[in-house]
């Protein structure tokens, strides 16, 4: 019985956080990424097993994306997004990569808990996620879980969303998706 408690509380707030979404701030994010030649993805930790995700769903919309720290990543520069989560807005090494892409012209979306902190202040635009991040959120959906377990699985299932209204926008089929993907398994 104690699983289903937990997850009733656990969907519950997952709910919150999707209906606190902001829905110009989704359609700015999705813009971009159909406006840009190339997607780079950096995350740390859960958040960036999230990101990762999204980065292989992009590469099967037709996207070209890179996950920052692959070996075979190219050069970021104009014309070009770097997506970077940050819950709390303050990950030292993320912050790094995000002032480099500034750096070298590239447009900066955020994906934080956080916007009011010095990494989501650099970005051209923040997809906040108003779920409860590590080491403190700006007025977040509060969580029972530890850390940002919240935060790390909101970012997943709101990504996911995110492909399906980039599918849309990009006019790409499931079937043109299922050709794109990995053929070797």
Not at 32 to 48: H, T
């Amino acid at each position: 019985m104690i699983i289903r408690e937990l997850a009733a509380t656990v969907v519950n707030e997952l709910k919150q956080v999707f209906e606190r979404l902001n829905e110009d701030e989704v359609e700015k994010f999705t813009q971009a990424i159909v406006d840009a030649k190339r997607v780079f993805l950096v995350g740390g930790g859960r958040e960036g097993l999230s990101l990762r995700a999204f980065a292989m769903r992009l590469t099967h919309l037709g996207k070209i994306a890179h996950w920052i720290w692959d070996d075979t990543t190219p050069a970021i520069g104009e014309r070009d997004l770097l997506v970077a989560t940050s819950g709390g807005g303050n990950v030292p090494h993320i912050h790094h990569i995000v002032v480099e892409s500034k750096k070298a012209g590239a447009k900066i979306a955020i994906v934080t808990g956080n916007p009011s902190r010095e990494t989501p202040k650099l970005a051209d635009l923040i997809l906040m996620v108003p779920a409860s991040v590590y080491r403190g959120g700006l007025n977040t959906v509060p969580s029972i879980q530890p850390m940002g377990c919240l935060f790390e699985q909101s970012l997943y299932i709101v990504f996911d969303l995110i492909v399906l209204i980039l599918a849309d926008k990009m006019k790409v089929s499931r079937e043109e998706m299922e050709k794109r993907h990995r053929n070797v398994e």
